[in-house]
């Protein structure tokens, strides 16, 4: 049975960091790619960033582009999301999902439960 | 950019009767299309891939069609559980958009 379980939100200023993770089991994790995804409270879903797992090329929204940084480490079947110079509309429920294929340009699979990151002074 | 657009915003219904839910593309994203399923508290589940394709363990109620701009994503007949929110995903050019959702709430 793939489970994701993400940790590592919580509450932090405008202008600071968080690093969120996700643990992965149930699949053979460096086969995949791997995302994140978040929800603004009462919106709709954004793709924030993917990780091939191929050959580990990462992207990104125009929206995150510079500020997060993505990662995996396949010995510990794990995905993070650096999360650096935060702003208040980074504020949203940040979902890690599994990828259909390596290839990062695939569909969501399976998606953990979400962590909550909210930004404010 | 490519954006989705989902018509209608909420459709009202009764368990039992068929929904019929729009997802429309600003360009051509050939069947790279994706339906997802969203309960309240819950996170997104996957249902449909490259426009008609059922996930595992999804019924059999749920088809998806379409190609190029145009997709429709069909319930034949409302379950209780059915009742949530529907979002459509271009995985066809990064990012991969999605659209604003379609509530299917009881009538």
């Known amino acids: 049975e793939v489970q994701l379980l993400e940790s590592g939100g919580g509450l932090e200023q405008p202008g600071g960091s968080l690093r969120l993770s996700c643990a992965a089991s149930g699949f053979s994790f460096s086969n995949y790619a791997m995302s994140w995804v978040r929800q603004a409270p009462g919106r709709g879903l954004e793709w924030v960033s993917t990780i091939s797992g191929s050959d580990g090329t990462t992207y990104y929204a125009d929206s995150v582009k510079g500020r997060f940084t993505i990662s995996r480490d396949n010995s510990k079947n794990t995905l993070h999301l650096q999360m650096n110079s935060l702003r208040a509309e980074d504020t949203a429920v940040y979902y890690c999902?599994?990828?259909?294929?390596?290839?990062?340009?695939?569909?969501?699979?399976?998606w953990g439960q979400g962590t909550l990151v909210t930004v404010s002074s | 950019e490519i954006v989705l657009t989902q018509s209608p915003a909420t459709q009202s219904l009764s368990p039992g009767e068929r929904a019929t839910l729009s997802c429309r593309a600003s360009?051509?994203?050939?069947?790279?299309l994706v339906w997802y399923q969203q309960k309240p508290g819950q996170a997104p589940r996957l249902l449909i891939y490259?426009?008609?394709n059922r996930a595992t363990g999804i019924p059999a109620r749920f088809s998806g069609s379409g190609s190029g701009t145009d997709f429709t994503l069909t319930i034949s007949s409302l379950e209780p559980e059915d009742f949530a929110v529907y979002y459509c995903q271009q995985r066809h050019d990064w990012p991969g958009t999605f659209g604003r959702g379609t509530k299917v709430e009881i009538k």
């Open positions: 999902a599994k990828g259909g294929s390596r290839w990062y340009m695939t569909f969501l699979h399976y």
């Open positions: 360009q051509s994203v050939n069947s790279d």
């Open positions: 490259d426009a008609f």
